[in-house]
């Protein structure tokens, strides 16, 4: 028996092999936290620590053959101990500041040459205390904080490191960084030009080694230019990150090409020792052209935000007591009425006040055939107007339009920083540090073995150059750039980026029914009518009180009610539970309506409607009850069809390993009837929202990764808790918002493209990083030994960076 008293935690639970302990010195704390699991993890007796901040819950297993309990014990308690001891810089002080709303900036940044450039802004915006979370990318030029500075703060912060920042809050914002992208690929690919022509003729020369000195003065005179015009970006660079006490792949350009330069000038003056004019004129050039290529890769990686913005137009057609007049699209306000010709793009999101067209919207949707749009109906910006003239009313403007938020999701995916790209990143922040080191202790080595200056100098410059953090910072963006805008081409649009990386790792895919597997367009085909009431009255009752209902049965009822031609009433009362049914007075009367759980734990006795709802049933056909002032009125019978593409995605997935099964609020005898003709043999019936949640969490228990796809207000606790959720874009705004990727149009075939997606994702991240760590692996020591020259390294270094996100472009494919 265990006669240790903790003094640091509270011992809550216990088993042969797992223990879970509460501790005040964890909770709320993330860095505490990491350093007792770091602490931790380095006893190989302990297998796996589990915490849970907001509780200061830890739960621990191990091996008590290698470490009994008791040992354990005494072990957590001089740990904790210690940790307390240690101020944290997470702690109550920090907190204080964001007890106010917090707010997210997203920005565009110009002027990173490299990763490095990334990590270091990134670096100085988290040490800000009013900055929560920073994330900076390279690969898309953006960067995300959150936190309590404005945008003007940032921009400030960015701008004292020598970058510039840009809004991206409108589509027309997002238009104009495009054309900037285009004009700084121009201005990239004009400095290379120019570089190189000046450069091969005293590259020329120099491997002629040459004794007549108007050549080695030609050479100085075509090198000055290079260095201090095409060049000019990395000492400017270089300098200011000497005042940060920080350096990146500019200052290692910087030191090598000015070691060069700055050595070749007092040997051209007194007329001896080795000139570098040739190596300080080829390391720009090559270093040039691979910024070049880089930007010109980095553009094609972002084909898809491209054409989401290129949906919007530029103008509108603004009606005003009937008069017409152009406005750009900013200036388009919330009720301006619209007209759109036929042809033409609808400028932004609005409802059809007059007119019949169709309108097509397969680039927003994904659905190929064009929708018909009449009166009332919802229109979305970017998409193509058909035959007809609308006039529409705008009813959501810049980023709260449809197609702006569907930029904005893809720009969060490609900008998410990957669990995998978190250990790179630490990586990175010591590369440049420890290669600058290395080029010393290369030219220090060669001195001390009796090599001439020259020889040593040289080696040290090609250390410099050799190395490439770039082609590590890019091997994870790259790919998730061009996965997420793959997958945004193929329908699926990812909220999370994480989530692209973890799709990959599914064996559990749980379904809901209605309006998932089925295609959530069902009709009432069956009425059962215990009351006196005529049928008519039945359907008018059933549909007032479900008119309020956003669930798919209440809108097959209300369609039903509008086919009979009737007049729906005004509901006095109304109240949802949510996945089980409604109550609602219409009328003077009391209607209660939904499942047959529902209904009995109201008090009533539908033992009369049992027979026919069971044929319903067992026609696949959904049972909804309805009681009228607490006696049983009658039962519907609503009919939804399975989706085309229902069978082929759950077919793909099985043979793919995936465990799938289904779990809806639905019949027992529907459910299984539905799954039947799906493939689906587990099946999980009369399901509660909080029994969803308890089902995704035992297969989480359990170690598996589990996937949630669904539609519905009741599916959201499910679908935010999975480890990934995927939403049916035609379902609720709710369970989109919980979800990390949306598949668009319904189409759950896409599920498996987008498991196949991450798949492929992971795969090229994991050959990039492998390439880029084998290169520098490889390359470093092969300089330090002598055995390359500047020029070859500095070609082979930017060549690197381009092979990473060629191979990321593989994903397109």
Same mark, same amino acid.
């Given at each position: 028996?265990?006669?240790?008293?903790?003094?640091?935690?509270?011992?809550?639970?216990?088993?042969?092999?797992?223990?879970?302990?509460?501790? $005040?010195?964890?909770?709320?704390?993330?860095?505490?936290?990491?350093?007792?699991?770091?602490?931790?993890?380095?006893? #190989?007796?302990?297998?796996?620590?589990?915490?849970?901040?907001?509780?200061?819950?830890?739960?621990?297993?191990?091996?008590?053959?290698?470490?009994?309990?008791?040992?354990?014990?005494?072990?957590?308690?001089?740990?904790?101990?210690?940790?307390?001891?240690?101020?944290?810089?997470?702690?109550? $002080?920090?907190?204080?500041?964001?007890?106010?709303?917090?707010?997210?900036?997203?920005?565009?940044?110009?002027?990173?040459?490299?990763?490095?450039?990334?990590?270091?802004?990134?670096?100085?915006?988290?040490?800000?205390?009013?900055?929560?979370?920073?994330?900076?990318?390279?690969?898309?030029?953006?960067?995300?904080?959150?936190?309590?500075?404005?945008?003007?703060?940032?921009?400030?912060?960015?701008?004292?490191?020598?970058?510039?920042?840009?809004?991206?809050?409108?589509?027309?914002?997002?238009?104009?960084?495009?054309?900037?992208?285009?004009?700084?690929?121009?201005?990239?690919?004009?400095?290379?030009?120019?570089?190189?022509?000046?450069?091969?003729?005293?590259?020329?020369?120099?491997?002629?080694?040459?004794?007549?000195?108007?050549?080695?003065?030609?050479?100085?005179?075509?090198?000055? #230019?290079?260095?201090?015009?095409?060049?000019?970006?990395?000492?400017?660079?270089?300098?200011?990150?000497?005042?940060?006490?920080?350096?990146?792949?500019?200052?290692?350009?910087?030191?090598?090409?000015?070691?060069?330069?700055?050595?070749?000038?007092?040997?051209?003056?007194?007329?001896?020792?080795?000139?570098?004019?040739?190596? @300080?004129?080829?390391?720009?050039?090559?270093?040039?052209?691979?910024?070049?290529?880089?930007?010109?890769?980095?553009?094609?990686?972002?084909?898809?935000?491209?054409?989401?913005?290129?949906?919007? $137009?530029?103008?509108?057609?603004?009606?005003?007591?009937?008069?017409?007049?152009?406005?750009?699209?900013?200036?388009?306000? /919330?009720?301006?009425?619209?007209?759109?010709?036929?042809?033409?793009?609808?400028?932004?999101?609005?409802?059809?006040?007059?007119?019949?067209?169709?309108?097509?919207?397969?680039?927003?949707?994904?659905?190929?055939?064009?929708? /018909?749009?009449?009166?009332?109906?919802?229109?979305?910006?970017?998409?193509?107007?058909?035959?007809?003239?609308?006039?529409?009313?705008?009813?959501?403007?810049?980023?709260?339009?449809?197609?702006?938020?569907?930029?904005?999701?893809?720009?969060?995916?490609?900008?998410?920083?990957? #669990?995998?790209?978190?250990?790179?990143?630490?990586?990175?922040?010591?590369?440049?540090?420890?290669?600058?080191? &290395?080029?010393?202790?290369?030219?220090?080595?060669?001195? &001390?073995?009796?090599?001439?200056?020259?020889?040593?100098?040289?080696?040290?410059?090609?250390?410099?150059?050799?190395?490439?953090?770039?082609?590590?910072?890019?091997?994870?963006?790259?790919?998730?750039?061009?996965?997420?805008?793959?997958?945004?081409?193929?329908? /699926?649009?990812?909220?999370?980026?994480?989530?692209?990386?973890?799709?990959?790792?599914?064996?559990?895919?749980?379904?809901?029914?209605?309006?998932?597997?089925?295609?959530?367009?069902?009709?009432?085909?069956?009425?059962?009518?215990?009351?006196?009431?005529?049928?008519?009255?039945?359907?008018?009752?059933?549909?007032?009180?479900?008119?309020?209902?956003?669930?798919?049965?209440?809108?097959?009822?209300?369609?039903?009610?509008?086919?009979?031609?009737?007049?729906?009433?005004?509901?006095?009362?109304?109240?949802?539970?949510?996945?089980?049914?409604?109550?609602?007075?219409?009328?003077?009367?009391?209607?209660?309506?939904?499942?047959?759980?529902?209904?009995?734990?109201?008090?009533?006795?539908?033992?009369?409607?049992?027979? !026919?709802?069971?044929?319903? @049933?067992?026609?696949?056909?959904?049972?909804?009850?309805? !009681?009228?002032?607490?006696?049983? @009125?009658?039962?519907?019978?609503?009919?939804?069809?399975?989706? #085309?593409? !229902?069978?082929?995605?759950?077919?793909? &997935?099985?043979?793919?390993?995936?465990?799938?099964?289904?779990?809806?609020?639905?019949?027992?005898?529907?459910?299984?009837? /539905?799954?039947?003709?799906?493939?689906?043999?587990?099946?999980?019936?009369?399901?509660?929202?909080?029994?969803? &949640?308890?089902?995704?969490?035992?297969?989480?228990?359990?170690?598996?990764?589990?996937?949630?796809?669904?539609?519905?207000?009741?599916?959201?606790?499910?679908?935010?808790?999975?480890?990934?959720?995927?939403?049916?874009?035609?379902?609720?705004?709710?369970?989109?918002?919980?979800?990390?990727?949306?598949?668009?149009?319904?189409?759950?075939?896409?599920?498996?493209?987008?498991?196949?997606?991450?798949?492929?994702?992971?795969?090229?991240?994991?050959?990039?990083?492998?390439?880029?760590?084998?290169?520098?692996?490889?390359?470093?020591?092969?300089?330090?030994?002598?055995?390359?020259?500047?020029?070859?390294?500095?070609?082979?270094?930017?060549?690197?960076?381009?092979?990473?996100?060629?191979?990321?472009?593989?994903?397109?494919?």
């Amino acid at each position: 028996m265990d006669t240790h008293t903790p003094t640091h935690y509270t011992l809550v639970h216990q088993l042969s092999r797992r223990i879970r302990i509460i501790s $005040p010195v964890l909770k709320n704390d993330a860095e505490r936290s990491t350093i007792f699991e770091i602490i931790l993890k380095k006893r #190989p007796e302990i297998k796996k620590v589990r915490s849970v901040l907001a509780l200061g819950s830890v739960v621990i297993e191990f091996d008590p053959a290698g470490l009994p309990k008791k040992n354990l014990f005494i072990l957590l308690d001089a740990v904790l101990g210690n940790i307390a001891q240690r101020q944290s810089s997470s702690h109550a $002080p920090h907190k204080k500041i964001f007890d106010g709303a917090l707010q997210e900036i997203d920005l565009a940044v110009e002027g990173m040459s490299c990763a490095s450039c990334a990590l270091l802004i990134e670096m100085v915006l988290k040490r800000d205390e009013r900055v929560k979370h920073a994330s900076v990318n390279f690969g898309t030029s953006t960067l995300t904080v959150h936190g309590q500075l404005s945008k003007a703060d940032v921009d400030e912060k960015v701008a004292g490191l020598g970058y510039k920042t840009y809004a991206m809050d409108t589509l027309s914002q997002r238009r104009n960084l495009i054309d900037k992208e285009h004009l700084r690929i121009a201005e990239a690919k004009r400095r290379f030009i120019w570089s190189s022509v000046l450069s091969f003729p005293v590259v020329a020369v120099g491997m002629a080694m040459p004794t007549t000195r108007w050549l080695h003065w030609m050479q100085f005179a075509l090198t000055t #230019p290079v260095v201090f015009w095409a060049g000019r970006s990395f000492f400017i660079k270089a300098w200011r990150l000497a005042k940060q006490r920080t350096a990146n792949m500019d200052s290692l350009i910087a030191l090598g090409v000015g070691s060069a330069y700055g050595y070749s000038l007092p040997s051209l003056l007194r007329r001896s020792g080795h000139l570098y004019f040739e190596a @300080a004129a080829a390391i720009i050039s090559f270093v040039l052209l691979g910024r070049f290529l880089e930007e010109r890769a980095k553009g094609k990686a972002g084909e898809a935000i491209r054409q989401l913005v290129d949906l919007q $137009p530029q103008t509108a057609t603004r009606i005003t007591d009937d008069k017409e007049t152009i406005v750009g699209i900013d200036d388009i306000i /919330i009720d301006d009425i619209l007209l759109v010709r036929p042809g033409e793009k609808i400028p932004t999101d609005g409802i059809v006040v007059q007119g019949l067209s169709t309108v097509d919207e397969s680039m927003v949707t994904g659905e190929s055939i064009p929708v /018909i749009k009449d009166i009332g109906n919802k229109v979305i910006g970017g998409c193509v107007n058909g035959s007809g003239v609308l006039r529409i009313r705008a009813t959501a403007v810049g980023m709260d339009t449809v197609l702006a938020g569907i930029v904005h999701m893809v720009d969060q995916a490609q900008s998410t920083k990957l #669990p995998i790209q978190k250990q790179v990143d630490k990586i990175s922040a010591v590369f440049v540090p420890s290669v600058m080191v &290395l080029s010393a202790l290369t030219m220090g080595g060669w001195l &001390l073995a009796g090599a001439s200056f020259s020889f040593a100098f040289g080696n040290a410059i090609t250390v410099l150059l050799i190395a490439c953090p770039c082609a590590l910072g890019l091997a994870t963006p790259a790919a998730i750039m061009v996965g997420a805008g793959q997958a945004a081409r193929e329908g /699926i649009y990812i909220r999370n980026g994480e989530s692209l990386e973890t799709a990959a790792k599914l064996n559990v895919i749980v379904f809901d029914k209605t309006g998932t597997i089925t295609e959530g367009k069902p009709k009432v085909t069956d009425l059962v009518k215990l009351s006196r009431l005529s049928e008519d009255k039945i359907i008018l009752l059933a549909a007032s009180a479900e008119h309020n209902s956003e669930h798919f049965l209440g809108k097959a009822i209300v369609a039903y009610a509008r086919e009979h031609s009737l007049e729906l009433q005004e509901c006095s009362y109304f109240q949802s539970a949510t996945g089980r049914g409604i109550e609602a007075e219409v009328d003077g009367k009391k209607l209660l309506l939904g499942n047959h759980d529902w209904l009995v734990d109201q008090g009533v006795n539908v033992e009369g409607l049992l027979t !026919a709802a069971s044929q319903f @049933a067992e026609q696949g056909k959904t049972p909804v009850f309805m !009681a009228i002032n607490g006696k049983a @009125a009658a039962v519907f019978g609503i009919a939804d069809k399975a989706r #085309p593409q !229902a069978i082929h995605a759950i077919r793909h &997935l099985q043979k793919l390993g995936i465990e799938t099964l289904m779990v809806t609020g639905d019949t027992a005898k529907t459910a299984h009837y /539905i799954a039947a003709k799906v493939g689906i043999e587990t099946v999980i019936a009369n399901a509660k929202p909080d029994e969803k &949640l308890a089902i995704i969490r035992q297969f989480q228990a359990e170690g598996k990764n589990v996937g949630m796809i669904g539609d519905g207000i009741n599916d959201a606790p499910a679908l935010a808790a999975a480890n990934v959720g995927f939403a049916i874009g035609t379902g609720t705004d709710i369970a989109i918002e919980s979800a990390d990727m949306t598949l668009v149009q319904g189409d759950i075939s896409r599920v498996t493209s987008a498991i196949q997606l991450s798949t492929d994702t992971i795969r090229i991240i994991k050959q990039n990083l492998f390439w880029a760590f084998a290169y520098n692996v490889v390359a470093i020591p092969v300089a330090s030994l002598g055995k390359l020259n500047p020029m070859i390294a500095s070609g082979a270094m930017a060549l690197s960076s381009v092979s990473v996100i060629v191979n990321s472009l593989r994903l397109n494919k």
